[in-house]
């Protein structure tokens, strides 16, 4: 992990090079850590400011990651519009509908 507070960090949980590369361009200026599965993304949540999770991804679903990450960092739910209520009643700090409109969502959540 960076030892540079400087950029803001976040934590892509998801196992697609594509879907982080994604990420990673849209979101120039921001440190990018990669956890591909939601085991790795519980113990390395600690060392980044927003963990960017798919609610869909397995073996350990983004939905528990959201549940067990939410108190401890700032996360961003992503998953199809009937999922939005459910995340942020669990403690998503913001939700978004794909990858592409991240900006939205890390905007609401940067104010928060």
């Given at each position: 992990?960076?030892?540079?507070?400087?950029?803001?960090?976040?934590?892509?949980?998801?196992?697609?090079?594509?879907?982080?590369?994604?990420?990673?361009?849209?979101?120039?200026?921001?440190?990018?850590?990669?956890?591909?599965?939601?085991?790795?993304?519980?113990?390395?949540?600690?060392?980044?400011?927003?963990?960017?999770?798919?609610?869909?991804?397995?073996?350990?679903?983004?939905?528990?990651?959201?549940?067990?990450?939410?108190?401890?960092?700032?996360?961003v739910a992503v998953g199809s519009h009937?999922?939005?209520?459910?995340?942020?009643r669990l403690g998503a700090t913001a939700?978004?509908?794909?990858?592409?409109?991240l900006g939205g969502a890390l905007d609401?959540?940067?104010?928060?």
């Amino acid at each position: 992990m960076p030892e540079s507070r400087t950029q803001p960090r976040m934590l892509v949980v998801h196992d697609c090079p594509d879907v982080v590369g994604e990420v990673s361009n849209l979101l120039a200026g921001w440190w990018i850590g990669v956890a591909d599965h939601g085991d790795l993304a519980i113990d390395e949540a600690v060392h980044v400011d927003v963990v960017l999770v798919d609610l869909s991804r397995e073996p350990v679903d983004g939905w528990f990651v959201l549940a067990r990450l939410a108190s401890e960092v700032a996360v961003v739910a992503v998953g199809s519009h009937r999922q939005a209520s459910r995340a942020l009643r669990l403690g998503a700090t913001a939700f978004a509908t794909s990858f592409a409109a991240l900006g939205g969502a890390l905007d609401q959540t940067l104010v928060a």
